[in-house]
């Protein structure tokens, strides 16, 4: 695929979160979305929380648990399982970029789990005119593993480890290693039963604080980029309507724990700066950009900071916030319908949509599709769908054992 260098690889890496500005906005009020690096961290890799609005911190435990809250492990019902999802992403701008994503666990006795999953992220192929036609195939990967425990019946907690690594340069006429990152999750889940009438429902909650770690270097660029270090937090409501019916609703929460761009000041009345249209000099922002200022800025000092750092005050700081919304139906443990929706401010993105999914499942294997209808005019995301396969490997082992013993 022939397209300029610096405009594709911007606009692929930028879009994936930030998918549209608001270019009505006045100055005072501007696009100024959170920016991290290895935004592929950002995208929900499975179908069943892609379906529900991106939501999962706090819902029933399954396979892919791992990117919504690993410490749900030791609440599932399956001994061991492996899932495979595929997400052909942003298809409104190019046809050739997809996440695929590997994730498995294994319960070790009642009480905790292991856990480990692999993301790959593929950019497409992009066509680099000035560099004597050639052709490169950017792409950006994580692997972690991580183990989860049981701290009662009624809560449990997990960890993880991560390595990411981002093949995307700023000079590929340099020679110049991908970008490496190392990074770590905690998380916590509780689940609790009661009694409504005669039924027993369950109410969850539980957050994932995710990807705190290293910032990433780029070849060719003499600054360091935030990785998404990430909070959610999340509660879920499931009630059984009878022995084949039951109904889920969640809620979820979530910041980037990075820190808010500095925007240049704009002032109409300061006599120093009309020759810039009311704009601080170019000089006196930059000076608050580079190492000394928001490129100084430590990953785990941008932790704290991103509380307290939006331009526009307490307002913009919950702007920053994004929610999902989520339900989910099941028939017989067998079908599920699900819905959501998932809301982002217009100054820090703009990603509005709603999302509707089904799944399957059976003794050996489950099978989730979503898809995503934008409410965003022009967003990338619109017309996003996801698939995942998952596989119980108590269920594979039942399976085949009925087998031999047939033969």
Not at 28 to 35: G, K, L, R, S, T
Not at 162 to 169: A, C, G, Q, V, Y
Not at 248 to 253: A, K, M, W
Not at 280 to 309: C, T
């Amino acid at each position: 695929m022939k397209a300029n260098r610096i405009i594709r690889i911007l606009l692929l890496v930028a879009a994936v979160c930030s998918a549209e500005g608001v270019l009505s906005q006045d100055k005072q009020n501007m696009f100024n979305p959170v920016n991290t690096a290895a935004t592929f961290m950002s995208i929900a890799p499975d179908a069943r929380g892609g379906g529900m609005g991106d939501m999962g911190v706090a819902t029933e435990a399954d396979i892919n648990s791992q990117y919504w809250n690993p410490a749900k492990y030791p609440f599932n019902v399956a001994r061991a399982g492996v899932s495979i999802s595929y997400t052909p992403w942003l298809r409104k701008l190019v046809n050739d970029i997809n996440l695929a994503n590997l994730t498995g666990f294994y319960r070790i006795g009642d009480y905790s789990a292991v856990h480990a999953s692999l993301r790959y992220f593929s950019l497409g192929e992009v066509f680099i005119a000035d560099m004597e036609d050639m052709t490169i195939k950017p792409y950006e990967m994580s692997i972690d593993a991580g183990y989860s425990r049981m701290l009662s019946q009624t809560l449990s907690m997990a960890v993880n480890l991560r390595f990411i690594l981002s093949d995307i340069k700023y000079d590929y006429t340099a020679e110049s290693s991908a970008a490496k990152a190392f990074a770590a999750d905690i998380a916590l889940y509780r689940l609790g039963y009661f009694m409504a009438g005669n039924r027993e429902c369950s109410f969850g909650w539980g957050f994932n604080i995710s990807n705190i770690g290293s910032k990433l270097s780029y070849g060719g660029s003499d600054q360091s980029e935030f990785i998404p270090t990430n909070l959610r937090l999340g509660f879920n409501l499931t009630i059984p309507f009878n022995e084949y019916n039951k109904f889920s609703f969640g809620v979820d929460l979530n910041k980037l724990l990075v820190p808010t761009p500095p925007m240049r000041k704009y002032d109409p009345d300061n006599p120093d700066w009309a020759s810039t249209d009311g704009l601080e000099p170019l000089e006196d922002f930059e000076a608050r950009v580079n190492d000394e200022g928001y490129y100084g800025i430590s990953s785990i000092a941008g932790i704290f900071k991103s509380f307290g750092d939006a331009p526009g005050g307490f307002k913009e700081e919950l702007e920053e916030i994004q929610w999902s919304i989520g339900a989910e139906y099941t028939y017989n443990d067998r079908f599920m319908l699900r819905a959501g929706y998932h809301h982002e401010a217009e100054n820090k993105g703009n990603r509005k949509y709603f999302t509707v999914g089904a799944g399957f499942h059976m003794s050996v294997f489950t099978v989730d599709a979503s898809y995503v209808f934008s409410t965003a005019q022009t967003n990338p995301l619109d017309q996003t769908m996801r698939f995942s396969l998952g596989f119980d490997l108590d269920g594979m082992r039942d399976l085949f054992g009925k087998m031999r013993r047939r033969r």
